[in-house]
C-alpha cells in the first residue's frame, strides 16, 4: 500500500517537474533516442508481423462469409485500437523499461542517486522527468509507426494471398478510419483512441522503471530484481489500464 | 553541546610526549598500561607529529561548523545514542570506529539526507533538522562529498562530472567551467589533458576518488565530507590520497569531516578523532590525547591495527 503511494507520489512530483526549471534539454533528447530511435527496429517488425497475421486468420475467417474484402477494415481496426498501442507498449516495456530500472538502480547502488542528492540537484528532477517526457512524446510516434506498418503487412497478406487489389484495401483502411467519427472535424476518433493509450502507457513504462530503479536494495543482486519487477508490472499494468481505458473512450467516442 | 578537554589547546602542543605524560595523573602500580602506552606513542610518533603541524596552521578559527547535539537515529536497530560532536572552522575531525557502528550514518545525517529521531544537527549556524527537501538542497552546496567508491557519474565523461555542480549551480560560462575543472583537476594532481575526455570507467581507483575530491570541492565548498576516502586502496595511494586532503585542509582552510577506520591515516590528517563504538562516541579529543587515553576500548581499538 505505502508502495502504491510513493509509486504515484513519484508520478506527481515527475509530472510538477516537467514544467519547472532547470529543464534538461540534453538528457530529454538522449533519453528520446534510447526510448525512440533505439526501439523503432524492433517496433517496427513486430508491427509488420502482427498486421500479417491479422490478415492471414481474418481473410480464413471472412472466407467463410465471402466478405474477404473487408480484411483491411478488420486490420486496421485491430490495430490502430488495440494491437498497435498494446504490442508496442509490452515490447519497449521489455525493451526500454528493464534498461530505465538497470541504469537508475546500478546509479542507486553506486551511490550516484546520492552523490546527485549531496551536489543539490533533485534525482527526480534530473532522471525521472526526462524519462517519462521521452516516453510521452516517443510512445504515441512508435505506435503511429507500428500501425502504418502493421497496416501494410495487412496489405501484403491481402493482396499476395487474397488477392484483393491495392485500391481497395487501402480503401477499406479509409473506411474504417472515417467510420468512427472525426473530432473537430479533421481528427479521426479512431486515432485519438489509438493515441491515448500509447501516451498513457508511456507515462507507465518510464515511471515503473524510474520507481523500482530508485528503490533498488541489495547491490547488483537487487539491479537484477529491479529490472524483473519493471518488466512485470509495467507489462501488467498495462493490460489492466488498457481495459479500463477502453472502457472510457468507447463511452466517450463511441 | 560537549566541549572536550581538547578545545582548550591553542598552545602548541608539547614538544615531547614525556613531558605531557607527567602532567597527566596516573593510576599507581599499572607498569602494563604505561608500558602499552609508550609503545602506541613510538608507533604513531611520526603520524602524530604531522598532525601537529597540520593543528597548529589550523589554531586561529575556533567558530562551530558543524554540530551534533545528542543525536539519535535508529532504523530496525538503534544506530547512533546521544551523539554530540563539534567541529569548528578549519579543522579536520576524522570519525574512527568499526565497520558497522555508523560512521557513514553521521555523515549522511550532516548532509541531511538522514533526519535524527532526537537531537539537532547544525550546519553553519543553521538547524537542519525540519528543513524542507528543496532547503536541504541549497544546504547541501555548502558541503562537498567524496564518496566511499567515488560515486562518479558513470555516463558522463571526468570533464563532465567535475563541471557538473558548476553547471547546476553556477552562471559561470563555459571557459570558465573549464578553467576550474583544469584548475581542480590539477590540485588532485591529474593531468587535465589526459583524463578530461575519459570515461570513470577506464579510471583506476586511485584517480575515481581523486576525480570525486575534484567534483566534491568544483564549488570551493566550506565543508569537506569524505566517506571512507582511503578504504580499498594499496598503502601507497592511501598515503596520496591521505596527503590530498591535508592539501585541501591547509591550503584552502576547508574544514573535513572524514569517516574512516584507517586510524594510521587518522592521525595523520585529524585535528580531532572521534570514536564511535556501540552507538555512542566513547572518544572525542585530539590525537594526543587519544594514544595518552586509558580507556580500554580505546587502547584496544590502537592495538588492533
Not at chain 1, 530505465?100 to 525521472?128: C, F, H, W, Y
Not at chain 1, 539491479?223 to 488498457?242: H, K, Q, Y
Request: with cysteine; proline share 4%; aromatic share 6%.
Amino acid at each position: 500500500m505505502l508502495a502504491v503511494q510513493e509509486y504515484f507520489g513519484l508520478a506527481a512530483k515527475a509530472i510538477r517537474f516537467i514544467v519547472a526549471r532547470p529543464f534538461y534539454i540534453g538528457d530529454v533528447i538522449q533519453q528520446m533516442d534510447a526510448i525512440g530511435v533505439e526501439s523503432l527496429g524492433i517496433v517496427l517488425l513486430t508491427g509488420f508481423f502482427t498486421g500479417m497475421v491479422l490478415a492471414l486468420q481474418t481473410s480464413v475467417q471472412m472466407a467463410q462469409f465471402g466478405a474477404t474484402m473487408y480484411i483491411g477494415r478488420l486490420v486496421t481496426a485491430s490495430m490502430v485500437r488495440e494491437l498497435g498501442p498494446v504490442l508496442a507498449a509490452i515490447l519497449v516495456a521489455g525493451r526500454v523499461g528493464s534498461g530505465i530500472a538497470a541504469q537508475i538502480g546500478s546509479m542507486r547502488v553506486t551511490e550516484q542517486i546520492d552523490a546527485l542528492n549531496t551536489l543539490g540537484v533533485d534525482p527526480i528532477k534530473k532522471l525521472v522527468t526526462p524519462r517519462l517526457v521521452a516516453a510521452l512524446v516517443m510512445m504515441p510516434v512508435l505506435t503511429i509507426l507500428s500501425d502504418t506498418v502493421g497496416i501494410g503487412g495487412g496489405n501484403v497478406i491481402a493482396t499476395a494471398y487474397v488477392g484483393i487489389p491495392v485500391g481497395l484495401y487501402w480503401r477499406t483502411v479509409w473506411e474504417q478510419i472515417a467510420s468512427g467519427g472525426f473530432i473537430l472535424h479533421y481528427i479521426p476518433s479512431d486515432f485519438v483512441q489509438g493515441l491515448v493509450k500509447p501516451f498513457v502507457f508511456g507515462g507507465i513504462i518510464a515511471i515503473t522503471g524510474c520507481f523500482f530503479g530508485i528503490n533498488t536494495k541489495g547491490g547488483t543482486e537487487g539491479v537484477g530484481n529491479a529490472t524483473t519487477r519493471t518488466v512485470v508490472v509495467a507489462s501488467v499494468l498495462i493490460l489492466v489500464v488498457d481495459y479500463f481505458l477502453t472502457q472510457v473512450l468507447l463511452f466517450l467516442f463511441g | 553541546m560537549t566541549d572536550t578537554p581538547a578545545d582548550d589547546k591553542g598552545a602548541p602542543a608539547p614538544s615531547t610526549y614525556g613531558e605531557e605524560r607527567r602532567r597527566a595523573p596516573e593510576p599507581e602500580g599499572e607498569p602494563r598500561l604505561r608500558r602499552a602506552e609508550d609503545e602506541l606513542r613510538a608507533r604513531f610518533a611520526e603520524e602524530l607529529q604531522e598532525g601537529e603541524e597540520t593543528q597548529d596552521r589550523v589554531a586561529a578559527s575556533r567558530e562551530a561548523i558543524v554540530e551534533l547535539e545528542h543525536v539519535s537515529l535508529a532504523f530496525d536497530r538503534p544506530i547512533l545514542e546521544d551523539v554530540s560532536l563539534v567541529v569548528r572552522r578549519g579543522e579536520t575531525v576524522v570519525i574512527a570506529g568499526e565497520s558497522g557502528t555508523g560512521k557513514s550514518t553521521t555523515l549522511k545525517l550532516i548532509l541531511r539526507l538522514l533526519r535524527p529521531d532526537t537531537g539537532r544537527v547544525i550546519v553553519d549556524g543553521e538547524v537542519i533538522n525540519d528543513v524542507t527537501y528543496e532547503e536541504a538542497l541549497i544546504i547541501r552546496q555548502k558541503m562537498g562529498m567524496v564518496f566511499q567508491g567515488a560515486a562518479l557519474f558513470d555516463s558522463m565523461s571526468v570533464f563532465e562530472n567535475v563541471a557538473f555542480p558548476l553547471r547546476e549551480h553556477t552562471e559561470l560560462t563555459d571557459d570558465e567551467i573549464e578553467a576550474r575543472v583544469r584548475e581542480k583537476l590539477e590540485f588532485v594532481d591529474l593531468e587535465p589533458d589526459r583524463v578530461m575526455d575519459q570515461l570513470p570507467a577506464e579510471l583506476s581507483g586511485g584517480m575515481k576518488k581523486r576525480v570525486g575530491i575534484a567534483r566534491g570541492m568544483a564549488v570551493n565548498p566550506a565543508i569537506m565530507l569524505y566517506d571512507e576516502p582511503t578504504s580499498g586502496l594499496d598503502p601507497l595511494t592511501t598515503g596520496t590520497i591521505t596527503r590530498l586532503i591535508m592539501k585541501l585542509q591547509r591550503e584552502l582552510k576547508v574544514t573535513s569531516v572524514v569517516v574512516s577506520h584507517d586510524i594510521r591515516s587518522a592521525f595523520r590528517m585529524a585535528t580531532k578523532i572521534a570514536l564511535l563504538a556501540d552507538r555512542h562516541i566513547v572518544f572525542f579529543g585530539s590525537p594526543e590525547d587519544m594514544t595518552a587515553s586509558q580507556d580500554r576500548y580505546v587502547q584496544d581499538f590502537l592495538g588492533g591495527v
